[in-house]
C-alpha cells in the first residue's frame, strides 16, 4: 500500500514565521501535491511537482513555495506565516500519468 | 473554467437511511470524475467513473456517471455512523492531466 506521511499533525506557529511542512511518499511516485482545505472551499491546489526540482503553481501560490529535492520528499514552505495562512494542508502523490491520488493525514496549521 | 460543485454541502440523517450524494462538473475534454471519502485525517478513495451509465459499487456504496448533463452520484444505502464523512468529487482540468480539480465537499453526518 501507498504511504504517504506528512511531518506533523497539529503546528502552532506566530505572525511572520518561517513554517517548513514535509511529506514523503514510499512508492517512487513522480507526482507530488500540496493542497490547503479550508470549510466550504474544498481542496485548493497550492504547488505540485511532476519530478525532483520541476514545481508548477496550482491555483492558490501566493505566500508558499515549494522544494523537491529528491523524488519521494515534497516540502512546503511558508515564508512569513499570516494568519490567513491558518488552514489544514494536505500532501498528496501520483504514478505517472495515472489520476489516482494517494493522501497524507493532514497537518492542521494555526498561525496565531 | 473549470468547475466542480457539489451538493449538498451538509447533510444529517439518521442510520439506515439511504443518501445520494450529488457532483456536477464543466470540464473540457472530460476524462474521468474521482470520488474520496475523508474521515478524520486523509481522503481515501472510493471510485473512479469514465464511463456513463455504468454504476461502480463496493459494498452498500455505489456511483454512477451521466457524461451527458455532466455529473455523477454517491449513493449509500441502510447508513451507519462510520459513514459520517466528507465526502470529496475532483475531475481532471482541462489543462494539467495529472491534477485534479475537488468539488468543495459534503459533509455526511449519521445520527444513531
Known amino acids: 500500500d501507498v504511504k504517504v506521511t506528512q511531518s506533523s499533525r497539529y503546528l502552532v506557529k506566530r505572525t511572520g514565521e518561517k513554517v517548513f511542512l514535509e511529506c514523503v511518499q514510499d512508492?517512487?511516485?513522480?507526482?507530488m501535491f500540496w493542497y490547503r482545505q479550508d470549510p466550504g472551499l474544498g481542496l485548493r491546489l497550492i504547488y505540485f511537482?511532476?519530478?525532483?526540482?520541476?514545481?508548477e503553481k496550482g491555483d492558490i501560490p501566493e505566500g508558499y513555495s515549494v522544494s523537491r529535492e529528491k523524488k519521494e520528499r515534497f516540502s512546503l514552505i511558508l515564508e512569513s506565516a499570516s494568519t490567513n495562512q491558518t488552514s489544514m494542508y494536505l500532501c498528496a502523490s501520483s504514478l505517472g500519468i495515472g489520476l489516482k491520488q494517494y493522501f497524507g493525514p493532514g497537518t492542521r496549521l494555526t498561525v496565531t | 473554467e473549470d468547475k466542480v460543485v457539489q451538493s449538498p454541502l451538509s447533510l444529517v440523517v439518521h442510520e439506515g437511511d439511504t443518501v445520494t450524494l450529488n457532483c456536477s462538473y464543466e470540464v473540457t475534454n472530460f476524462r474521468s470524475l474521482l470520488w474520496y471519502k475523508q474521515e478524520k485525517k486523509a481522503p481515501t478513495f472510493l471510485f473512479m467513473l469514465t464511463s456513463s451509465g455504468i454504476e461502480k459499487k463496493s459494498g452498500r456504496l455505489s456511483s454512477i456517471l451521466d457524461k451527458k448533463e455532466l455529473f455523477s452520484i454517491l449513493n449509500i444505502t441502510a447508513t451507519q455512523t462510520g459513514d459520517s464523512a466528507i465526502y470529496l468529487c475532483a475531475a481532471p482540468p482541462t489543462q494539467g492531466a495529472q491534477k485534479l480539480v475537488f468539488g468543495q465537499g459534503t459533509r455526511l453526518t449519521i445520527n444513531p
Open positions: 512508492m517512487d511516485h513522480e507526482n
Open positions: 511537482s511532476y519530478d525532483v526540482k520541476m514545481k
